[in-house]
Structures are given as C-alpha cells and as structure tokens.
C-alpha cells in the first residue's frame, strides 16, 4: 500500500514539480504511470521508493517513510531504472553478492527468466549489451519477489520476442500482496497488462483510475461520430471516443485516451462521472 | 547486532568494494615496487650512473663515498603513493554513492556503507605500508649485502675504527617512528577526503586539497599563537607536546576523526539521488 498525501516537490524553487498531490496506490495492481517528457514520471518513482524526499506533504510505502531508507523497507523494494547501472562483474557474482539481501530472493526463477530472455548466466555484465543488462535486471527484479516493483521504461532495449517474455513473466508475476508500477511511453508494449492508470499533469495526478471505471464511462470506436469526445486520425481511419451510455464494452485504448488527454486539457472535464478525478 | 549494523550485511558491502576494484587492489604492491625502482634508478642519481655511466665512477673509492653521502631518506615520499592509490581505489565507489539509484536502493545501510568503505581504506593504506616496509627492508638488506663489508672496510683505511654510517643512506631502514607519523597524518586525512567526494559534486579533488590545507595553516597558526612566550628564548626545538599534552592530542584526534565520519555519514544517509 502506497500513501501520498499532499505531496510537493520541487528541484529549484520556481520550478514545481508536483503541487499537492495525494493518492492511494493497492495492492494486487499493475499501475501504468504516463505523462509527457519532463512531467516528473521518474521523479514520482523516486519520491516513492525514497531517493528523493518531498518538499511538502509525505509519502508512506507498506507503512515506511521511504525516506528514511530502512534495510526492511529496501528489502521489499526493487526499482528498475531506465539506465542500467549494474556493476561490471559476471552475472554469477552480481546474484552471490546481492540476491542473499532480499529475504524472498528465488535463485532458479532467475536462471528461468534468463533462459526465456535467452542471457547465457555465464556472461559478464560489462561485455552485454544495453538490452541484455536490461534483461539481467528485470529477470533480478522479479527473483527478488519484492512486494513493491517500480519499472522505468521496462522495455526500452528489449527485443521484439523479450517484450512478448516481459508481458508474460509480469502477468504471472502480479499478485494480491504486490504491487507494481511501470512508467513508459511505449504503451503499446504494456497496454494489456497494466488494470490502473495514473497520469501526471500540469504539476498534479491529472488522471488516477482503474481501467475498469474508465471503461463504464468511454467507448472506443472507429470511423466518423460526429458526438465523439476525442477523435484521431490514423491510416486506416478515424478513431474516436465516446461517451459509454449504454455499458458496452470496447478495448481500451490507453495511447489514444492518453492523446486525448494531452491534446485536449479539458477533456478530462467532459467525461460525465469524473468522481475519481483529481479535484 | 543493531540494524544499523549487520556483520551479514557489511560483509557484503565489503564484497561488493573487493569485487570491484580488486584488480586496482592487486597491482598496489607492484606500483609501490615500480616507485622505488623509480626513485633508485632516476636518472642522474648514483645508481643509475653505476649502470648507465660507469665513467661517473672511475673506482670503487668514489661509488662508496658516493654511496656513504647520498641521501635516500626521501623514499619515505613513496608512503604518499598509497593515499593516491586508495583515492583512485575508491573514486568510482563515491560516484557511485551520490548517483546510482541501484546502490541506493540495496539494502544495505549507510552506517554498513561507512564502515566498509573505511575499512576498505584502511585495508589499502595497511597493504601499501607494509608492502612499503617489506621493500624498504628487502633493498637496506640487499645493499648492506652488496656494499656493507666495503663500506667498513673503506671508513676503517681512513682510520675510522668506530664508524658512523648516516641514517639517511641506503644501509638504514626508514624508522618505524616516521612511518607510524606518516600513517596517523594519512589517516587524519582520510575522513576529508570522504567528506569532499561526497560535499562537493564538482571539483571534489581540488576543493579537498584546499581544506586540507585550510585545516593545517588554522592548526599550525592555533599551535603557534598557544605557544609559551618563555619558549622564543629557548635553544630546544618546540615539540607539541610542550604546547599540549599527548593525551590531549590523541583525545582530540579521535574526536576529530569521530566527528568527520559522522558528518560524512548524515551527509550519506540524506543524500537525493
């Protein structure tokens, strides 16, 4: 469980970050994180697990104050950052020296994961390539069981067949005592994993909801609907959102809601029941 | 044990230090090595004229008397080598510290954090000393075997019968006194070296030699406005213990290097990445 309660952040103090943000994140959920560039996604990751601190407001992650760093509350945290640091050593050693620190550690799920990421476990870190470092992470990630999983840009580096390896593994992966919260711009890669949205904007949680809620209230259709909320055109058409009056049930299409969004700031305002909206 | 402070935990901060810079940690010994070699065979200095131009030294006569007047004592300098290799050593560490969310995020505390790094430290400038001892002791014992009997036997035709080779020459190790100076200035040094790696983003180097320097002129200036009036008419050289008392000294020693690492390490714990 993850308390944000009136949350500001800023790096220099005319340029705000976050302003009076609150929220509560579950378990059992894999929260999609979005925004556009520089909106603060990493920063929001950060001030969760602890590597930054909030100016205003406060932060509870499964009960700690992340910033105070407690061994109990790192043991049950793994952050995959976008730029992989690992050290240069083999992956042998990598998991020797760090898979003893994390309680729920599962040595053969790793070696799993590396031999569906096809990562030869012989290999030194240094000598991989960025998608292959990547891989090492994720696969460390996973093994470590934490309760709570931060992903940056999970899939930036990886390969066409690791990305269909990544939506499997995070699919078995969730549970009701985890919780996981994956920032990316490639969409498309997650879109059928992710059952939350979060999105940040103008300094604020514009946007926090299921994908369920959101799915009682908009539709998704293509071609020409001159009462659509948000219309885009693409290739092979027009594709718009409607307002779901009649509880049918479409795909959703978190790129396009997420378009609409950004495109067009009082979109949010049109939709009819905005209960779960940021005030 | 606390939970600030595991022994499963340290040891695997310590690990993590070994496991990086372990080849850096290896090749000391040999750079310590490669150093005296410098230092005896520089070129222009006696021993590199014995072998390069043996005409500097037409007879046996003139290379002991070269030998007996030539001052060496000033390998003590290569007891420098060793802080430069431990910053080397552990340039990259701090780096890491104030950048990598990873390092950040292990779980390992940076009470274990401080502890390993300065043991790790320790454990260089220990392995550099006694490889400089070791060194120290293996050419004093190979000149002597050289040189040592023609030495006596030279001061004994000049009608030295009780000779008296300086302490500065190559037939003397460096007194185990100035070695432990040595040791006990560089490890003052050592908790300002932490601090500047981990106060100053930019310049860290640099601004660390400036405090340095900023902190023995202040101590040197202290020690002289405390030093006794009485004593300026005095023929004896005035010894620190004259101006405070050993005790004092060693109190306030450990109470500096206490304080320094523990700003360093609430400087640590409330760093941002």
Not at chain 2, 233 to 256: E, G, K, M
Request: with cysteine; charged share 15%; glycine share 4%.
């Amino acid at each position: 469980m993850i308390a944000i309660n009136n949350l500001s952040f800023h790096y220099k103090k005319d340029m705000t970050i976050f302003d009076n943000i609150s929220a509560t994140l579950s378990p059992g959920h894999i929260y999609g994180l979005l925004g556009l560039n520089g909106v603060g996604k990493t920063t929001f990751l950060k001030l969760i697990c602890g590597l930054l601190f909030p100016k205003t407001g406060t932060v509870k992650t499964n009960g700690f104050s992340p910033s105070t760093r407690e061994v109990t509350f790192l043991s049950d945290v793994y952050f995959v950052t976008d730029e992989v640091d690992l050290p240069p050593w083999t992956i042998s050693n990598f998991l020797d020296i760090y898979g003893s620190l994390y309680p729920k550690f599962d040595r053969s799920y790793f070696e799993d994961i590396l031999i569906a990421f096809q990562v030869n476990r012989r290999e030194k870190i240094k000598s991989l390539s960025y998608g292959q470092r990547k891989k090492v992470n994720i696969a460390f990630a996973l093994a470590t069981n934490t309760s709570l999983l931060l992903m940056d840009e999970p899939t930036n580096g990886l390969d066409i067949p690791s990305k269909t390896q990544f939506r499997k593994l995070m699919a078995r992966h969730v549970s009701p005592d985890r919780t996981i919260i994956i920032s990316t711009h490639q969409i498309r890669d997650i879109h059928q994993l992710i059952d939350h949205l979060l999105i940040l904007q103008n300094y604020t949680l514009a946007l926090d909801a299921s994908i369920d809620e959101l799915d009682k209230q908009i539709k998704f259709r293509q071609g020409t609907y001159p009462e659509a909320l948000y219309t885009e055109s693409r290739p092979n058409g027009d594709v718009n959102i409607l307002a779901n009056t009649n509880g049918e049930e479409t795909p959703f299409d978190i790129e396009l809601f997420f378009n609409a969004i950004s495109n067009h700031p009082g979109f949010l305002k049109q939709l009819s029941n905005a209960k779960y909206l940021q005030p | 044990m606390s939970k600030k402070l595991h022994i499963s935990r340290l040891k695997i901060a310590m690990k993590e230090l070994f496991q990086s810079y372990k080849l850096l940690l290896y090749t000391m010994p040999l750079f310590i090595l490669f150093f005296f070699a410098v230092l005896y065979f520089v070129p222009g200095g006696i021993f590199y004229n014995r072998l390069f131009n043996p005409a500097a030294f037409p007879n046996q006569e003139l290379w002991i008397q070269a030998l007996l007047s030539t001052r060496f004592d000033e390998r003590i300098f290569i007891l420098l080598l060793p802080i430069a290799y431990t910053m080397i050593l552990t340039w990259r560490h701090f780096e890491v510290l104030n950048k990598s969310e990873r390092i950040n995020l292990t779980p390992i505390t940076y009470l274990e954090r401080t502890v390993a790094i300065t043991l790790f430290c320790v454990a260089g400038l220990l392995l550099g000393t006694l490889c400089f001892i070791l060194y120290d002791h293996i050419s004093v014992w190979w000149f002597k075997h050289l040189y040592y009997e023609q030495v006596l036997h030279y001061l004994e035709q000049q009608g030295d019968l009780y000779p008296s080779i300086g302490k500065s020459t190559v037939f003397f190790t460096i007194p185990i006194w100035n070695i432990g100076m040595i040791s006990i200035v560089v490890l003052s040094l050592m908790p300002l070296y932490f601090l500047s790696r981990v106060f100053f983003k930019k310049y860290s180097v640099f601004l660390f030699w400036v405090l340095m320097v900023g902190i023995w002129i202040m101590l040197f200036s202290a020690l002289y406005s405390l030093r006794p009036q009485v004593v300026s008419a005095n023929i004896f050289p005035i010894r620190l213990q004259q101006v405070i008392p050993v005790i004092i000294s060693t109190i306030l020693y450990i109470v500096y290097w206490c304080l320094a690492m523990a700003t360093f390490y609430h400087k640590l714990k409330e760093k941002e990445i």
